[in-house]
């Protein structure tokens, strides 16, 4: 039973951590299934998003507008990203790494430190981890979940215009793509600068959920965000078809992330151990579509070519 209660108690703070996350994992979904570029900006981007929203709070600036301003310095990133790609021909995940490297650098220089606390209680924040177990308005849940999904609608319609299936059209075949006359660098670099623009904001939205940035907050992002597509997928995979709701399995695929790290967590794991945990979910996941490829599908292969086989023998 103090298992359980303790799991439950801590299953709301999972859940928006989730959310959170859900959001950054968007970005990466971008990247990694729409552009089908390896891009590892995000460890770097994530940290600029929540160095700029925490800055400029302290300095007085209205929250909205500084998710605003981190959604344009997370693009800002996925430019330079993106111009080292396809202006100076660097593979794209150098060029991510080259970007991130840059960025800590950056960041330091926003933050002034290697971080900076930002609190509720003197600060008028659209979300904090404090209020995460509270039944009015002030819970966070109630607010990520709206965000996530205007983020979600916002870019359902944007991917149905012109420009945004001249991108999905890029990372689906660049050649066929640039046949049809679209210009595939500048969908590249817009496809890298939406990314980078949606981890920043949930950068921003991190920072001020734990009550702080750090330079080193973005550390393993790429991993999280990686484990959270991949957990939509096999799991909702077959379920959800339309793009909004392949967005949707995202976001979900990071709140059961976060569960299922409280649940191992609860069950004793050291937490010096949870880069490893990650590394191990995320390569299960990965593998399961490979195993049932080859195993289950494979057998009933088989099965059907030995009843093949068997029918024409028989006649």
């Not at 980078?196 to 907050?217: I, S």
Request: charged letters at 10%; a positive charge.
């Amino acid at each position: 039973m103090g298992f359980l209660s303790a799991l439950l108690n801590s299953l709301p703070g999972a859940v928006a951590q989730g959310l959170v996350w859900g959001i950054m994992a968007i970005g990466v979904y971008i990247t990694f299934r729409i552009l089908d570029v390896a891009d590892l900006t995000v460890d770097g981007s994530i940290a600029t998003g929540g160095a700029v929203v925490v800055m400029l709070i302290r300095g007085g600036c209205n929250v909205w507008l500084a998710l605003l301003c981190a959604f344009l310095a997370g693009m800002l990133a996925g430019m330079v990203t993106g111009l080292f790609h396809t202006l100076c021909g660097i593979p794209a995940i150098l060029s991510g790494i080259l970007t991130q490297l840059s960025l800590y650098s950056i960041n330091l220089r926003i933050l002034g430190a290697a971080n900076q606390a930002i609190s509720v209680d003197k600060y008028d924040l659209l979300v904090s981890q404090r209020f995460v177990r509270m039944l009015d308005g002030s819970n966070p849940l109630v607010l990520l979940v709206i965000i996530s999904v205007v983020v979600i609608a916002i870019l359902y319609w944007f991917f149905g215009t012109e420009l945004g299936s001249a991108l999905r059209a890029t990372g689906s075949n660049e050649n066929m793509a640039r046949a049809q006359g679209i210009n595939t660098n500048f969908t590249k670099v817009l496809g890298l600068m939406l990314s980078n623009g949606m981890v920043a904001v949930a950068g921003g939205l991190l920072a001020q959920y734990q009550g702080f940035a750090d330079v080193k907050m973005g550390q393993g992002a790429i991993v999280i965000g990686l484990a959270a597509v991949i957990i939509g997928e096999v799991i909702f995979g077959r379920i959800f078809r339309n793009f909004a709701l392949k967005l949707l399995s995202v976001s979900l695929g990071a709140v059961i992330y976060y569960m299922v790290i409280q649940i191992v967590l609860r069950l004793g794991l050291n937490t010096d151990d949870l880069k490893l945990l990650t590394a191990v979910v995320v390569a299960i996941f990965l593998a399961v579509p490979y195993w049932k490829q080859k195993y289950f599908h494979g057998k009933s292969r088989t099965n059907a070519v030995r009843a093949e086989i068997g029918g024409s023998k028989n006649a």
